[in-house]
């Protein structure tokens, strides 16, 4: 069974400061991999996948299959991205996903 | 267009009690998932629909729970008899992509109901 792992319940940092977010996974297979995001308030959604190899709002995450990690990173943070964050693997062959227990970002001034 | 809709946004109960959730999906989408998040807990899977059939049902956790997709539309879960245990935030979500979410599939989710029970 897929399994995600996010180690850190809690992450505060300064604004402007760096931010990392982990991650890790098992998987037989090729992985797929999602961040989601809830910001206060909103409905949690799709921050960026994998597969896109895309940036968004500054956040970019590097499958590392060595390690079999998914770190999410910014290299500088805003108040704005304080939120809860899950790491989101596919669930083997079944069309659903497994979410991470989530990391809580507190960006403050 | 409107976004995944899911009635009531709070519910109390009294254990021993019975209540049901309701998820109405984004029109045309297919795939119509139920997750559970208890408190300080990861967001559990607790089962998949593809239009109004039962894909996945492994995450429900006992026969209390049962949810039901009538004419592939709007979905509900129904707790009955609820325990103390059953307090959460039950989230819907619905997807279009049918091959499955590794190929670019993207959850759509509602605001989820908390359910206390007390």
């Known amino acids: 069974a897929q399994r995600v792992t996010q180690p850190e319940k809690l992450l505060s940092v300064f604004k402007g400061a760096p931010v990392e977010l982990k991650c890790n996974y098992s998987?037989?297979?090729?992985?797929?991999l999602f961040w989601y995001v809830q910001y206060s308030r909103q409905r949690l959604q799709l921050l960026l996948r994998h597969i896109s190899r895309e940036s968004i709002k500054g956040f970019t995450a590097d499958l590392n299959k060595g390690e079999t990690s998914f770190h999410l990173k910014k290299p500088f943070a805003q108040e704005e991205d304080s939120a809860m964050y899950y790491c989101a693997p596919p669930v083997a062959d079944d069309y659903k996903l497994s979410f991470g227990a989530g990391t809580t970002v507190t960006v403050r001034a | 267009e409107a976004g995944v809709t899911q009635f009531p946004s709070h519910s109390v109960i009294e254990k021993g009690q019975t209540v049901t959730l309701r998820c109405d999906p984004i029109s045309g989408h297919d795939n119509l998932y139920w997750y559970r998040r208890v408190m300080g807990k990861e967001i559990k899977f607790l089962l998949h629909?593809?239009?109004?059939?039962?894909?996945?049902e492994s995450g429900m956790p006992n026969n209390r729970f049962l949810a039901e997709r009538t004419g592939g539309t709007y979905s509900t879960l129904k707790v009955q008899p609820a325990e103390l245990e059953d307090s959460g935030v039950y989230f819907c979500?619905?997807?279009?992509?049918?091959?499955?979410?590794?190929?670019?599939?993207?959850?759509?989710f509602g605001e989820g109901s908390r359910l206390t029970v007390l």
């Open positions: 629909f593809v239009k109004e059939s039962k894909q996945d």
């Open positions: 979500a619905s997807s279009q992509d049918r091959d499955g979410v590794w190929v670019g599939g993207e959850l759509f």
């Open positions: 998987y037989s297979g090729s992985p797929e």
